[in-house]
């Protein structure tokens, strides 16, 4: 069973008050990318892996999206994503990612945002959404980039000539990683890039786009913390299709 660390009342405090937690996908710098490579939802059956408070799952409705089933491990986020919906076309599950099981060809997008770092066999959740697709169906996922998974903590290092850097440990060395995010404790597991996209490729899946996001100058001035941003990837955005 996956680590329930959204259900630890510090933790769970702490990602509440995040700017994608108050402001939905507006809060999302990375968004805008993840929106451009979705398919038309008009009449298609969405299930959205690690839903949190649902704010993808609504979108989709408002897209056009026929049914959306929204699953999420944590009790907190799911009782937040019903009480933030009322529309009988969504529906919200609790269940485990590490061992899902879904019906055969019964969605056309599987949709996730940062969950998948948490998993520990990324292959067996391949097969699952795999098989749960109707052919040509699209999935779409963001996860912590590995690069930034790897760096040293607390992140940032400073010389003496006051130049930034940001050192990755054990790249190469994939498996459990344990790291203090909001709360102690919270355990991720880190994949290379090539091992997550041959997972993929060896599951059935082809790949359509990777995408080692970064902000946009526009974002850059609006928001200028997001600057920190183009220093090293955060967030890998991978769309493939069966």
Request: charged letters at 25%; proline letters at 4%.
């Amino acid at each position: 069973m996956a680590q329930n660390i959204y259900d630890k009342p510090e933790f769970f405090a702490g990602y509440s008050q995040l700017g994608r937690s108050v402001m939905g996908l507006d809060g999302a710098a990375e968004w805008p990318s993840i929106r451009d490579r979705m398919q038309d939802l008009a009449g298609k059956r969405v299930v959205d892996l690690g839903c949190g408070f649902g704010w993808v799952s609504r979108w989709a409705r408002q897209q056009g999206a026929s049914h959306v089933l929204g699953l999420d491990l944590s009790e907190n986020m799911i009782a937040r994503a019903r009480a933030d919906t009322d529309d009988p076309q969504i529906e919200y599950r609790i269940a485990d990612l590490e061992n899902l099981e879904l019906p055969a060809a019964s969605f056309d997008l599987a949709y996730s945002s940062l969950a998948f770092h948490y998993i520990a066999d990324f292959s067996k959740l391949v097969a699952a959404v795999h098989q749960s697709l109707a052919k040509g169906g699209q999935f779409l996922f963001t996860i912590e980039h590995p690069i930034y998974m790897a760096s040293r903590q607390p992140g940032w290092q400073i010389d003496a000539e006051g130049k930034k850097s940001w050192p990755v440990d054990r790249y190469s060395v994939e498996g459990k990683r344990t790291t203090d995010w909001l709360a102690k404790g919270v355990v991720k597991y880190h994949r290379t890039i090539g091992t997550t996209l041959n997972t993929l490729i060896n599951q059935g899946f082809a790949i359509r786009h990777v995408e080692e996001w970064h902000p946009s100058a526009e974002q850059i001035r609006a928001i200028p913390d997001l600057a920190e941003e183009m220093e090293r990837p955060m967030i890998l955005i991978v769309d493939v299709q069966r």
